[in-house]
């Protein structure tokens, strides 16, 4: 089971991201939007750490977040926003859903590779 | 008038808010060329019926006070091809929607500054046709751009703003404003 989720509706950043994380020796699953990644999350309860985009169709990435530690009672899985969103309201939104980190795209691998390391560890 | 809607500054700020975000969210290296020029009308090729194999990526930006449609298109060639998608193992379709998306982001991003209440759609494609129909929307603002990316990749840009009430606002007019992008901000 892998220990690292990335959640995007785009495969260019799914590609980008899980390849960047497998590439530097990390076990990487996806899923293609919210609700995919709510599905995987509850299948898999020991995932460490979950990357996830906000605007998403089906289930945008906050309410996924939302229902992980409401309806799955997890929270512990560290999850950490890739958005181009930065909005403040939308930060304070993730900080009350218990997001741990916010990242604004484009995805720099190196910048983050060691945070990474140690939140899916 | 809907076009008085928005203030000569706002204007420029738009333009220049897009200058910037083309010329960091469109190029797949940092540093390479971005050429934009200001466009007038529609090319003659994109006001004829062979525009319906052509696509645009479209994006929005809504606030209260207005609606920012943002609007993309490349040509299906082989150096554009070459450029964005390289031998990764994806269309150009899929790889330009996430450029498209980022572009907005970053014009997204400058614009919350001025405008706390904003929300950006997700990226969707649309036949090219749908261009000719933009005076529908009642702009008060448009403008179209021929971008070259590298000195090879030709693209086009548009975009609207349908203000629903007075925008006036003064963005920073310099060349590049600080990037904070790809870095992780801890909660």
Known sequence: ?121 | MATDLISARARASFERIFQRAAQSRLVRNAGDAVQIDAMQTLPEEDRSFDAVAAEVVVLTISSIAFRLVLLLRVQHDAATQAYYVGDAARTLRETFIEYGNLCCGAINQELIGHFPDLGMSTPYVLSARCVSYLDALKPAYQAMYAVTIDGTVPLQAMICVCANTPVDFMADMSAAVEESSGELEFF
Do not use: H, Q, Y
Not at chain 1, 63 to 88: A, D, F
Not at chain 1, 92 to 120: Q, S, Y
């Open chain 1, 1 to 121: 089971m892998a220990n690292i989720l990335v959640v995007d509706d785009s495969s260019t950043v799914r590609d980008e991201v899980a390849g960047f994380l497998r590439k530097n020796g990390m076990d990487v699953d996806t899923a293609v939007d919210g609700k995919d990644g709510l599905a995987k999350v509850r299948a898999n309860p020991g995932v460490k750490l979950v990357i996830s985009d906000v605007n998403m169709p089906n289930m945008d990435g906050l309410t996924m977040v939302e229902k992980i530690r409401g309806e799955l009672g997890n929270k512990t899985v560290n999850v950490v926003m890739l958005t181009t969103e930065s909005s403040p309201a939308m930060k304070d939104r993730g900080k009350a859903a218990g997001v741990k980190g916010w990242i604004v795209k484009p995805f720099k691998g190196e910048a983050v590779l060691e945070a990474f390391r140690k939140l899916a560890a």
